[in-house]
């Protein structure tokens, strides 16, 4: 067997583990304590499916009911039979050298190849793939933790080592055509390349390594992001992938060259996705997971600048049991990134993220506008999120469960999100937990970046049979740590139509001044402005961070109704500290002419300071003229002035 796997030296991991990273050391401790006393949550960083109420079993490791199902949530029992509980054992024993941990996972490992053998029913539940293909990683790292034990010796060894092998057989004949772009063939496949490292079988490798290929070259769009829009699901399959190129590295084994740069585009891609600080987005079925140690892994990987400038300065508890010891110093002697817009584009899926800097404290703005990415995905088409100050002013309402009840439904429509609805229809109305009645076919536009003001727009064709057409256009103000809105509406003259438009509001105190919401967060301040006609009210809704836990929190609807063309006009002011004022201005044609198409702009002001935004809702008719407002001039779709700008910068002609 090789001896290159993983950790490349458990006892000085541990010690600097605990020397950089003792909350995460107690949080371990914490879960290994939980389960020598047969109570089990399911809370480590990356857990796809987080606990929060203990579930306890009697003393004896045969009083454990591994086909357990509390709450009618099955995922519950997906999460005990993967087995990151061993992994926690095997930590503790480390950090402390108490055998008790150790002979925990003795007892418990054994428990189950005892009692929870491999049939046609449990395929369906204890031994699914997707758990099948994770156990392989979390006991191979188990064994690695304990087997200075004493413990890992034989008959027991034998024992585990035959179960194993189990599972590669397993694993190798259970593939088809889902697992060929899903998340779950790139987990378990992972997991068999594993076993052929741990085995010395390079049928396995191969096999593995194949599949993983094909499946990356299908799954993974061509700016680096996972087909399911869900940062966190892009999390879980680039750390199965980028592991098989890390154990891969560490054994002298090749891997093909398009998977290697595969793994390379997810990386950029999250740097990308992240809000400032690393923290994933809840977009979709995610939830707000710091994915700091993630980069780190890219960083020291590929040896990035860009990913070393995501990762930031720490090293993560999982890149020193990865990298070893010398895992921050080494990410600290790593070039940064210089220059270069602080916004990113992804938009082969439509994400945007638009920032003020690259400081982990500094505005942003989420958009997407893409596909709806499968089961995970949500009904979010022309969503944005936004924050300062490393709070969530605005919000993505995230998951909570996967069980088929009302809650899972509310999050995924779009009135849960920050977009638009007409005539108090769903754009694409949910059938069940994962799948829609219908879906809105995406039309993506063009985005630009200056290092004055972005742009990016989208949208959608979900109420093409009501009539209507719906876009959003963000203008991103760097300088002003603010962003103008325009949500437009193409409707035929002859019907009227209700407009809905919706805003969640992160964790704070909401007041709603006129048609202006002032939010005040622990320590940050932004500010909306509704220009357009619209009723303003406040309400209550629910959203989620982690799977599991509910909260509740407040929401802005803004509602008109009308012919024809019609909008709404939203400022953001994310440095409310000195508040803009906002107002819509006259908009008028150089040339002296009645103007026959819809247009508007927006004036802002701070201090002394003043921009305004210029939007047309159409193209120019003939003659052609220029649009004028507020005192400055000029022809395109969309154009920012300012003082500074008085000739406008050109967004989208």
Not at 136 to 151: A, F, M, N, Q, T
Not at 236 to 254: F, M, P, S, Y
Not at 323 to 351: K, V, Y
Not at 513 to 537: F, I, K, P, T, Y
């Amino acid at each position: 067997m090789l001896q290159n796997f993983w950790c490349p030296d458990t006892p000085a991991a541990a010690a600097a583990v605990q020397n950089s990273c003792p909350e995460d050391v107690r949080r371990c401790i914490s879960i290994a304590d939980d389960v020598l006393e047969n109570r089990f949550t399911f809370r480590d960083h990356w857990e796809m499916e987080r606990t929060w109420e203990p579930v306890q079993f009697g003393p004896a490791e045969s009083d454990i009911d591994w086909a357990h199902v509390p709450s009618f949530d099955a995922e519950w029992l997906y999460a005990m039979n993967r087995h990151t509980s061993f992994v926690n054992l095997g930590k503790a024993w480390q950090y402390t050298h108490d055998r008790r941990y150790a002979e925990k996972w003795a007892r418990l490992i054994e428990d189950w190849i005892d009692r929870v053998p491999l049939t046609p029913q449990s395929e369906g539940n204890t031994w699914r793939s997707l758990e099948a293909g994770l156990r392989c990683e979390y006991w191979l790292r188990s064994i690695k933790l304990v087997e200075d034990s004493g413990l890992f010796v034989r008959p027991l060894r034998d024992k585990i080592e035959a179960c194993l092998l189990q599972h590669g057989e397993y694993l190798t004949g259970k593939w088809g055509e889902f697992q060929n772009i899903s998340n779950w063939g790139v987990l378990q496949d992972h997991g068999l390349f594993l076993l052929g490292v741990y085995f010395n079988r390079p049928e396995w490798q191969q096999l593995a390594l194949e599949r993983l290929d094909r499946n990356l070259h299908r799954s993974v769009l061509a700016d680096g992001s996972q087909w399911e829009q869900s940062p966190m699901y892009h999390c879980e399959v680039l750390h199965n992938a980028a592991d098989t190129l890390l154990i891969a590295r560490q054994n002298g084994i090749a891997v093909p060259a398009r998977f290697e740069q595969k793994v390379h585009d997810m990386f950029r891609a999250l740097a990308a996705w992240v809000k400032p600080g690393g923290f994933l987005p809840c977009q979709s079925d995610s939830d707000a997971a710091d994915a700091g140690d993630i980069l780190a892994m890219g960083a020291l990987l590929f040896e990035d600048p860009v990913l070393r400038t995501a990762a930031g300065d720490r090293a993560r508890e999982e890149n020193y049991w990865d990298f070893g010891p010398g895992c921050a110093r080494r990410l600290a002697q790593l070039p940064a990134e210089a220059g270069g817009s602080p916004s990113d584009a992804l938009p082969h899926s439509g994400n945007y993220v638009l920032r003020a800097s690259r400081d982990p404290q500094s505005a942003w703005l989420r958009f997407h506008c893409g596909s709806m990415g499968g089961g995970h995905g949500h009904a979010d088409q022309l969503h944005l999120d936004a924050g300062c100050r490393g709070e969530d002013f605005l919000i993505d309402p995230g998951r909570y469960t996967y069980a088929e009840c009302p809650q899972r439904l509310e999050l995924k429509r779009p009135a849960a999100h920050n977009t638009t609805r007409v005539d108090d229809l769903d754009f694409s109305p949910c059938e069940d937990t994962w799948s829609y009645l219908s879906l809105a076919v995406p039309v993506k536009l063009p985005f630009r970046f200056t290092p004055q003001a972005d742009l990016v727009c989208g949208g959608h064709l979900g109420y093409i049979s009501q009539g209507v057409a719906v876009f959003r256009r963000v203008v991103w103000l760097r300088e002003w740590n603010a962003a103008v809105i325009f949500d437009e509406f193409f409707a035929g003259a002859d019907n009227t139509h209700s407009y809905q438009q919706y805003f969640h509001f992160g964790p704070g105190k909401v007041r709603l001044e006129g048609n202006s919401v002032v939010w005040q967060g622990q320590q940050a301040r932004a500010a909306l402005h509704c220009l357009d006609e619209g009723e303003c009210s406040l309400g209550r809704d629910s959203y989620s961070t982690d799977y599991n836990r509910l909260e509740e929190g407040d929401v802005l609807t803004v509602c008109r109704q009308g012919r024809g063309f019609c909008s709404f006009v939203t400022v953001l002011d994310l440095a409310a500290e000195e508040p803009l004022t906002a107002s819509l201005l006259p908009v008028e044609r150089t040339d002296g002419l009645p103007l026959s198409i819809p247009a508007q702009a927006v004036e802002l002001r701070r201090g002394e300071s003043r921009a305004v935004v210029l939007e047309r809702h159409g193209d120019m008719p003939t003659p052609v003229g220029l649009l004028a407002a507020g005192g400055f001039s000029g022809y395109g779709r969309t154009i920012f002035f300012s003082d500074t700008c008085p000739d406008g910068l050109v967004l989208d002609w």
